[in-house]
């Protein structure tokens, strides 16, 4: 099974790339991220017409994530118990669905940018970790065998050499220790970064900014990633970025991370 995942910033001003991409990715399942859109607005025949089930959880302008299948979709499930709001009122966003697909459950998940350091949107993002590590806590104590998969945007740079210069990113979100460690414990909780293996870095980004040309110095970041449980990850067979996906006109900020998994 091939499953995907990838932050397409965007699915209706992207929905012809996304389009062509699964034409030729072969692609079982994809996860994305960022829709920026309401239910009623997520072009849903790019995928029909292609033979995938997609299930979707959009709000607004922002956020918003998706699943698409062509090895069956079950179960769909928006957010995650536990998950906590942002603002005044609280509000959850919508940054999180989950699905059974050929017999795997798979999470699309955003996680919280952070902002700044100093901002109650990082509080918020280490609170969103915190209440995610307990979800894989809690579904791998109950079944250690379950076929469990967390891929999406994490905006975390796990490692030094997941960006271009960490000299660039001193005071900066996405490589704090606190944010660092956050991710550290879903893989504590018994997760594993099934793509790192075969796409070693320096230098594998999954993001480049679209200020400063970013893309063509080079400069980007590895910020999205496939976490599987032991009894998933073990059956990881190769992985790879499609960095082809960021260049051209009308491009997402976000590569696609591609793993096969033989079940």
């Not at 996405?174 to 944010?179: F, I, M, R």
Request: hydrophobic fraction near 45%; include cysteine.
């Amino acid at each position: 099974m091939r499953i995907a995942t990838w932050n397409v910033n965007s699915i209706r001003a992207r929905k012809d790339r996304i389009g062509a991409w699964l034409d030729r990715s072969d692609a079982d399942v994809l996860l994305i991220q960022e829709l920026k859109c309401k239910d009623a607005q997520v072009p849903t025949e790019i995928f029909s017409e292609r033979g995938y089930e997609v299930a979707f959880h959009g709000l607004n302008q922002w956020n918003g994530v998706a699943i698409a299948s062509r090895v069956g979709l079950e179960n769909p499930q928006t957010g995650f118990p536990g998950a906590p709001g942002f603002g005044d009122a609280a509000e959850v966003e919508a940054r999180a669905i989950s699905a059974v697909c050929g017999g795997v459950e798979v999470y699309s998940l955003y996680v919280p940018n952070g902002r700044e350091l100093d901002h109650p949107h990082y509080a918020y993002k280490l609170a969103w970790f915190e209440a995610l590590r307990a979800v894989v806590v809690d579904a791998l104590a109950a079944d250690p065998d379950r076929t469990l998969l967390l891929g999406g945007d994490f905006n975390v740079a796990p490692q030094d050499d997941d960006v271009w210069d960490m000299a660039a990113f001193e005071g900066a979100t996405h490589v704090s220790p606190a944010e660092r460690a956050a991710f550290a414990s879903l893989i504590d909780a018994g997760l594993t970064d099934v793509a790192r293996p075969f796409t070693p870095g320096p230098g594998v980004y999954t993001f480049w900014d679209y200020q400063k040309l970013r893309f063509p110095k080079r400069e980007g970041m590895r910020i999205d990633f496939q976490l599987a449980s032991p009894a998933l990850a073990q059956t990881a067979t190769g992985a790879f970025v499609d960095r082809e996906e960021r260049k051209g006109k009308g491009a997402s900020d976000h590569a696609p991370v591609v793993v096969d998994y033989d079940l």
